[in-house]
């Protein structure tokens, strides 16, 4: 059992940066892939990016590439997600996310055990 905790959303103008955090529970965390989504009003649940677990690479949705970085720090349990340049559209409520499932899967909600709470990021325009 992993339970997620998402934190640092808020209110932010459009071209800021903001920087969410996801602590888990549990002494497995390093066993598992951590991924992020969001979800707007009306809209479906959308892949932003993820840090796989076998082997350290990271994906991201091209909506977000070169704006939003993943990082992982195993020992603090604790996976981030760095957001700049941040645009009107990319508000949404942010969900962190955990899967045991390979790399090339890691972008469907459907494969992931595990989901924080979400955290509500408002941009600004």
């Known amino acids: 059992q992993v339970q997620l905790v998402e934190s640092g959303g808020g209110l932010v103008q459009a071209g800021g940066s903001l920087r969410l955090s996801c602590a888990a529970s549990?002494?497995?965390?390093?066993?598992?892939?951590m991924g992020w989504f969001r979800q707007a009003p009306g809209k479906e649940r959308e892949f932003v990016a993820v840090?796989?677990?076998?082997?350290?690479?990271?994906y991201y949705a091209d909506s977000v590439k070169g704006r939003f970085t993943i990082s992982r720090d195993n020992a603090k349990n604790t996976v981030y997600l760095q957001m700049n340049s941040l645009k009107p559209e990319d508000t949404a409520v942010y969900y962190c996310a955990a899967s045991t499932s390979s790399d090339y899967v890691l972008g469907e909600p459907e494969v992931y055990a595990y989901w924080g709470q979400g955290t509500q990021v408002t941009v600004s325009s």
């Open positions: 549990g002494r497995t965390f390093r066993n598992y892939a």
């Open positions: 840090f796989s677990r076998s082997n350290g690479n990271t």
